[in-house]
């Protein structure tokens, strides 16, 4: 295929289904074993991941619901 023909090309997965990530968790692995990644992938975890394995998040009961601001 020459240059002309090619076309950068990018996929998001939205991850269901994994455990909440603890600390000492092989985050690597979980991934690899729900997807085939190939050499040249580019894989982005979101921050939210090491927050939750951290402990840093609230539950939405947690919340004041009737709060205006």
Known sequence: MNQENMRA??????????????????LASL????????????????????AKSERRFRELKDYDTNLVI
């Open 31 to 50: 991934i690899e074993s729900l997807f085939e990644l190939q050499d040249g992938d580019v894989l982005c975890i979101a921050s939210t991941v090491v």
């Open 9 to 26: 090309q990018m996929q998001g997965f939205l991850v269901r289904g994994l455990p909440v990530i603890r600390e000492g968790d092989d």
